[in-house]
């Protein structure tokens, strides 16, 4: 029989991990996390017209907890054991985890592949083999927010797999953080542990299309007005400096 929740929190194993979660915060992810907030910044200001804003965060204890039950869960009792837990923490990259904000939906391959070459003239390795993206921007029928995640190694000395150096980045429209912003702390979070009711899912995802829809409909107005209206375009751009 697979654990429970309860019961997976009470184990020894869990809350070892957790209680030395603060250490590795303070002794590692805090200076990863710095510098991958120092190195986008520099991106982002350099790139105005591209890029419009970023987030760094760094995984709280109550989240790696939800992180570790969700790869374990379906696991019994008697499995869930130091090896296993330390096993499925190393398995988590996005202890450090970031946003980039664009523009347009159909630009984000454009802006991911310019992103990966800034990251790596800043001196990270930002061109994992694919097996570590998560590339959901041609997949029309997801179920969610449509973006691409890649994942960055901060230290090129580090292991391939050593967790600790790896950061997960996410590029998504401002329709898509919008909607990031809201379900996950709304909906996720509240039933991470829990299988989300089929109502509350359908409601969540009918807003990750409505979502989705808007976005294309921006691409189609801004084709518009660069192919008939351009000059108006550049006209307001030269007055506003934008």
Same mark, same amino acid.
């Given at each position: 029989?697979?654990?429970?929740?309860?019961?997976?929190?009470?184990?020894?194993? *869990?809350?070892?991990?957790?209680?030395?979660?603060?250490?590795i915060?303070?002794?590692?992810? %805090?200076?990863?996390? $710095?510098?991958?907030? $120092?190195?986008?910044?520099?991106?982002?200001?350099?790139?105005?017209?591209?890029?419009?804003?970023?987030?760094?965060?760094?995984?709280?204890?109550? =989240?790696?907890?939800?992180?570790?039950?969700?790869?374990?869960?379906?696991?019994? +009792?008697?499995?869930?054991?130091k090896?296993?837990?330390?096993?499925?923490f190393? #398995?988590?990259?996005?202890? *450090?985890?970031? &946003?980039?904000e664009?523009?347009?939906?159909?630009?984000i391959?454009? #802006?991911?592949?310019?992103?990966?070459?800034?990251?790596?003239?800043?001196?990270?390795?930002?061109?994992?083999?694919?097996? %570590?993206?998560?590339?959901?921007?041609?997949?029309?029928? $997801? &179920?969610?927010?449509?973006?691409?995640? %890649?994942?960055?190694?901060?230290?090129?000395?580090?292991?391939?797999?050593?967790?600790?150096?790896i950061?997960?980045?996410?590029?998504?429209?401002?329709?898509?953080?919008?909607?990031?912003?809201?379900?996950?702390?709304?909906?996720? #979070? +509240?039933?991470?542990?829990?299988?989300?009711?089929?109502?509350? #899912?359908?409601?969540?995802?009918?807003? =990750?299309?409505?979502v989705?829809?808007a976005?294309l409909?921006?691409?189609?107005?801004?084709?518009?007005?660069?192919?008939?209206?351009?000059?108006?375009?550049?006209?307001?751009?030269?007055?506003?400096?934008?």
């Amino acid at each position: 029989m697979a654990i429970s929740y309860e019961d997976f929190r009470e184990r020894n194993a *869990v809350m070892n991990l957790l209680s030395n979660y603060d250490s590795i915060v303070k002794n590692i992810l %805090f200076d990863v996390s $710095k510098k991958f907030s $120092k190195l986008l910044n520099s991106i982002i200001n350099d790139n105005i017209d591209r890029y419009l804003t970023y987030t760094v965060r760094t995984k709280k204890a109550p =989240s790696l907890e939800r992180k570790l039950w969700t790869k374990l869960k379906d696991r019994e +009792p008697k499995e869930i054991l130091k090896k296993t837990v330390e096993e499925a923490f190393r #398995d988590i990259r996005d202890l *450090v985890a970031g &946003r980039v904000e664009v523009r347009y939906y159909n630009g984000i391959p454009d #802006d991911v592949d310019n992103l990966r070459k800034l990251l790596t003239q800043g001196g990270v390795d930002a061109d994992l083999t694919d097996e %570590f993206d998560d590339d959901i921007y041609l997949d029309h029928d $997801k &179920r969610g927010y449509r973006g691409y995640h %890649f994942y960055v190694r901060m230290d090129k000395d580090a292991g391939r797999m050593e967790n600790t150096a790896i950061t997960e980045l996410q590029v998504l429209t401002s329709l898509q953080l919008v909607w990031a912003r809201t379900i996950h702390p709304l909906v996720y #979070d +509240p039933f991470k542990g829990d299988d989300i009711p089929e109502a509350i #899912d359908n409601m969540t995802q009918g807003v =990750s299309h409505t979502v989705h829809s808007a976005d294309l409909q921006f691409v189609t107005l801004r084709d518009y007005m660069y192919k008939n209206h351009k000059d108006k375009i550049d006209l307001a751009k030269s007055q506003t400096g934008g």
